[in-house]
């Protein structure tokens, strides 16, 4: 189903960006575990709106577990998780049924549901949503960290702004935690530069893509599984459910398009008594199986397609052209809070993955 | 579970590289559908091994199918096809328990299935799955067709070597076809590029990566699902079963992420009744949902993990560091026979979500 | 995954007996589909509890809908629908994780969740689960209630107390709602007779068991699959979801195993155009599919466990026998409240296979 | 999908009656499990047909391991199975298409598939097809067999006469084994007398329905899952998948419908340093769980729709009434056969809920 994720550990994501609430349904957690519910708050707060350089919509997002929690830990029974939308100007929005946003997915919505689809900032589509996916998977971190795995992730460029990249075989917890205060970059130059720029698409009216590197260290080896449901497949898979990204490559990904074997290929060295790998251009992973490397993705996040510069587009009530001009909200370039949705998504995947091994 | 793909056409693949057969079982496909065993079988030739840029293992890849079918057309049972593996060598792959092959899935697997997985030429994790794949994607895809839905793909590069691309708004049936003959590229002149590196790499005992790129064309507006049932987390999710993927990425992808808002964008045009695109960055897809534009995305694969340069790996049970030389036949560059794989792949995601929808 | 029903419909339950909030995310349900928040909450009330031959627990079973709906329509986004816990005593049940209950999950919960379910009230193993299973099913029955397809149910019998059967050739709309007010039987000699019976079991500090049977008609033919997806099969699964039922049986059902073929078989007649069933010994399924008859089951339920009667137990913790005497408020037939439930789980399972067909 | 059975271990069946081949694809059994060929054909055998009390077609329903295992043992790979159909004479059943036979699929099968469905014998909705479930299940059974877990079956009725029942508390290894060589009865008093039933059914051109008891014992406490996936979910799932199952209840059933709570709770002791239940009423099952007693449930057949008296049915292409008379071979008790069929399918259910557990 389309909001479901998962197979022993589900989620079920609900709501719309303009409805009463959002929330989820994780079904299938192990029973036992521990929320700490500041350290979930706090993690969701990575993604909350408000900051300088994402939207100005405020909401502090909190997340209020009604089911599923018994002293404090799972019991065994599927936790809910409810997040109210305080902030919601639904004025704002009632023309986008009648022009729909390019880069929306207003209009095929539109068809897909009949005209019968919540337009509203873009109903179930809206990246709004990420809350609810954010509020699952800093749960399901919050797990695997007892677990010895731990996921982080941070901005590695925006437009042609490049952080440093994780270092794909040294990846510590040091290095994963770094980006998750403040601005989400390792560098600092990165951070000014990615500022300066987010600063000026914004004054044009525009927006900037960018892309979200990701790590998962800790695995043990052989967690996944063959042909459909490796870890590749069930990341990408988890990934492509936050709005804007397009692209999703691991290891080298599309570099080892242009590599030769012998370059790509990581050796492996008798080490403390097992096989020890000595470079990781597979990023973790050999036929959907965790191969004792770190994980390591890379998500492509296009530029937010809600800008103020007008844009053409057709009225489709007048059936004729029209020029859209968008006042409100918006992050000029999404992949900001999209690096903790990111650790969300991934620890969700791996989790089940896990939990089915 | 791992070899199964689909909610509503639903396919679970079987079989190893050396063992007696492979196939797969189709459930759910639509009763009253003609299947045409030549031109399935001709769609799975372009896969079989035996080219001159392939491996040298000589397989008909016949496929059989033994159930679904009545007087040539499916009955509402599910279909299974069976394919022979009739060229197996298996003394050349005894020492593959032993000493695991870098950038193959030999460890993991030692340590997924504690030691019992079948060694055998990579086994379940062998690209010789592809076979089955292609077996059901090929009927997909006339399927597919005959709802007026083509799907393509060719050889997008191979190193640093390019073939042109698809027009992203005017990819055509003729298009599509035009690599489904002969060496998979658009352009002689690449093809001809190609294979004087493909040529030089083999020469060299080594391999090379390449990139797939694959269009759809047809599909109505609408199909598809929010979140983690689009038509990319979908697509995403078969095309990494292919061996080698190592990244996929749709329309502008991961160059979206480095554009503006108002470049990105794909403006909206009344034309003939309806809102046309006017330009194809998204893919054909916004919010998971096909949007009336072709479909594109940009499979990438890795070099040829199998190389016949020494590679350094360990040996498991002297637990000590290991020299391998692998002999035998390997593809220098799998993206080549993965071509129609991956049409297969998204002919497969596509049906099924088209069948949900 | 336990608390989850369906695949193009699916329903995922949550919530404790006595947690802060029971509810139900349902995702895949068409677009543009009205719900009737009055009917909902009618239908919600039939199960409520309060009356004088149920527990006295008084809850309103205010079904709240989060999601999902927008201008009062379903808007193809998942419908979340909250219901609160407003009357909970949880020092009521404290004993209850130390002296498993007879009849109850209690002692099997403890081992699977290895202590930490929730054990008060029977957590999410109570019955007070149903209320959101009837949230979702009530929803159901109102979409299927515009195609033609009227579910209704009544209490066949208590104890050796029989009501009157359906007609399972002639079960009309009328037949199905006469049960629906008041005491759910169709004669009014077996309301009285169950009442005296159910009066004197309450005061005995005993219970008693009974059966519900359930009939939808309107079916087109051939809803419903072979093998394993069958209405026999989804209708099962959904009502084993209702705690205390301990069988089901379709049509003649276990009266089918002492009768002989040319009895049980139904002929078929043509009639108006079409084929006509002569009998329904079937229940209205062959095969798994809708034959056009009415489809008919019935489900027994067993006595409610939670008697005020001495019974013999043990304690966990001080590892010796014990007598547990259980206090509280309880329905002394559970059957009476349990056939709006019934419809419920009917209508979710009918829904789904009708959207997969 | 409806020919799909499990979450973890999911077995995918195809095939129709008078095809070339039927069989199953099992995905997710654990590594490393042996698989002892005669075993499984001398249980495959228990299902065969050509005894005197059963059809006389004669096939050997030889099962073929094609995949998914090495060296003797499960290698983490599907295993697929193929029974060839040796036996088949098609021309015995061209006029189902035409006169649908009353009690079986064919009319709503003609519907549902648009009259594409293979009829030949009833094509995919086969009882032939339980070959297949017998295959996969045989595996399961010898897997469970290694975990401690023994599940046995044997015909409790045919017609009025009635099989001794397994005690509830006291079902032993041997007990189970009992009925599993010759006519599946525990006493040879029953067996003589069904015998004669069967024998005297037969010779009027009649069939007659039973009921086939199941006991499984040595499972853990707390296998299983709350609301949808409990064990009397997936069991009855499983068992509503072997064709002319109208019925099925687990320990007192049906008979607990008429009894008091403190006649049908099970009291606990403290024994041997753990709780022992001193009666089964529950039939192993609390709240969807293992409770520790024998798991015990009962599943009703109706009686062989197929018999050679004449029947009243229609033409489908005249649209006019007809009379069918069947000639052919047919069990007149397809319960007899089924006892080791209702084996399979418990043991399915049981191992994929052992392996989510």
Redesign the interface.
């Known amino acids: ?5 998962g ?2 550990v ?1 989620i ?5 960006s303009h ?5 989820c ?1 994780i ?2 957690l192990p ?2 575990e521990a929320v700490d519910a500041e350290a979930l708050q706090a993690f969701m707060s990575r993604r909350a709106p408000g900051g300088a350089y994402t939207t100005r919509r405020r909401e502090s997002d909190e997340a209020r577990v ?3 929690l ?1 002293q404090g ?8 998780v ?1 997040i109210g939308n305080t902030d919601t100007r639904s004025a704002d929005y009632e023309w986008m049924k009648e022009t ?1 946003r ?8 539109e ?8 337009y ?1 900032g ?4 809206s990246a709004r ?1 990420t809350a609810a996916l954010c509020a699952a998977g800093g749960i399901a971190l919050q797990i695997l960290s007892r677990r010895g795995i731990d996921i982080g992730a941070h901005l590695l ?1 925006v ?2 702004i490049a952080d440093e990249a994780f270092d794909p075989l040294l990846v510590s917890h040091e290095c994963l935690r770094k980006a998750s205060t403040g601005f989400p970059t390792l560098s600092e130059n990165a951070e000014k530069s990615m500022k300066a720029l987010i600063d000026q ?1 914004r004054a ?1 009216g ?6 979200v590197e990701c790590a998962a260290i800790g695995l ?11 870890l ?3 990341i ?3 990934v ?2 936050i ?1 804007a ?10 570099a ?15 080490r403390d ?1 097992q ?1 020890v790998l ?1 470079s990781n ?3 973790g992973i ?7 490397a770190p994980v390591i993705f890379r998500a ?8 103020a ?1 007008a ?6 009530s007048a ?3 029209a020029i859209l001009e968008i006042t409100g909200r918006h992050d000029p370039c999404v ?1 900001v809070r999209a690096v903790p949705v990111v650790e969300a998504a991934a620890a969700l995947a791996v989790l089940d993955l896990m939990e ?2």
């Open positions: 189903m389309s909001s479901t994720l197979e022993k589900r079920s994501l609900f709501g719309q409805g009463e609430m959002i929330g349904v079904d299938g029973a036992g009604v089911s599923g018994f830990k799972t019991c065994g029974a599927p936790l809910c409810l729909p390019p880069g929306h997915a207003d209009y095929p919505a068809i897909k549901y009949k005209g019968f689809q919540d509203r873009g109903g179930h589509f949503l460029s437009g042609d698409v044009e525009d927006s900037v893509g960018g892309v043990p080896v052989g967690v996944g599984g063959p042909v459909f449901d490796g590749e497949n069930r990408a898979q988890a492509f459910g709005p990204v397009k692209g999703i490559e691991f290891g080298t990904g599309f080892a398009a242009r590599m030769r074997g012998h370059q790509n290929n990581d050796p492996y060295e008798w008594g096989p000595l251009n597979a990023g050999l036929g959907g199986l965790s191969d004792g492509a996040f296009k530029p937010t397609p809600s800008i510069q844009q053409q587009t057709v009225s489709l059936k004729r052209d992949a089915m091994n």
